[in-house]
């Protein structure tokens, strides 16, 4: 489905950000008190701490029946570990560990640093398994930083991508919302939800950035009963497609424009 591409580190990346989530089955522990033996297996590199109430949303029971009913759910602790700096991020619930980084340079780098945080949660924790093993990549192409200005998304983007954009008679400027939602499945049982098409970008407490940046937005992720000793292959795999998927999505013009350099 994905042309086979070559490994490429882009010089001007798109990349905002790249979030690795596993899920567990739930460990009572984890929320019963402070993570403080799993802090110390990651302090070096996370010195900075928090605690959070997320809500999840409200779980609805009789769907499909005349009288659906929302069920509000239990706030979960979420534990929060950064980095000095805060490019990056560990996140842990009672059902999920994730790591984020804002500052995405090379898949060594993150997995290195995937690799000692996982480390430390397996021995503190011990899970059974993992239920889902996930890797998001936000991108968010920026016109402007590229030099492209003036240059319409018909001659950047891939036509399959494009929706009604890629229709020349169409004013971009007359557009309000072209987006694409797809859910598909990928070899080796992989799945893939992708988000692409215009859109405004706005990070935390920072104030909405004005440029209409081209957004793709790809989660990819391995469902099943996988073997904690597993993650790392699954990983991988989940990795290997990303690029293949991402090249499918630029035409020439807006892959050269971000500086490809074909690694080994």
């Known amino acids: 489905m994905f042309e086979e591409s070559a490994r490429v580190r882009y010089g001007k990346s798109p990349l ?12 009572l522990s ?10 110390e297996t990651v302090r070096a590199d996370f010195p900075r701490y928090e605690a959070r109430q997320d809500q999840p949303a409200p779980r609805i029971t009789g769907a499909g029946t005349p009288n659906p009913v929302l069920q509000p759910q239990k706030p979960v602790t979420n534990y929060h570990f ?15 560990i994730a790591l984020t980084c804002r500052r995405y340079t090379s898949w060594e780098e993150f997995a290195g640093r995937l690799d000692q945080a ?11 398994y993992f239920e889902r093993v996930g890797l998001r990549y936000l991108n968010a192409v920026s016109r402007k930083a590229l030099g492209l200005e003036g240059t319409p998304w018909r001659e950047l983007i891939a036509p399959a991508c494009l929706g009604i954009l890629q229709a ?37 407490d920072q104030p909405q950035d004005q440029e209409v940046r081209w957004i793709l937005d790809m989660d990819l992720s391995l469902p099943g009963k996988l073997p904690v000793n597993r993650s790392a292959p699954a990983l991988q795999m989940l990795h290997m497609h990303a690029g293949p998927i991402f090249r499918s999505a630029l035409q020439d013009a807006l892959y050269d424009a971000l500086e490809p350099t074909i690694l080994e």
Do not use: M
């Not at 984890?30 to 802090?39: L, N």
């Not at 987006?179 to 215009?198: F, I």
């Open 118 to 128: 996982l480390a430390g949660f397996i021995r503190t924790y011990q899970p059974a």
């Open 82 to 96: 950064l980095s000095e700096d805060g490019i990056w991020r560990l996140n842990l619930t009672n059902y999920f």
């Open 16 to 27: 905002l950000e790249v979030v690795c989530q596993l899920r567990f089955p739930t460990i």
């Open 30 to 39: 984890i929320s019963a008190q402070e993570p403080a033996g799993f802090q």
């Open 168 to 204: 020349g008679d169409v004013a971009e400027a007359q557009v309000s919302r072209c987006a694409q939602d797809v859910e598909l499945g990928l070899t080796g049982g992989c799945r893939l939800k992708l988000h692409t098409g215009p859109g405004l970008v706005r990070r935390g």
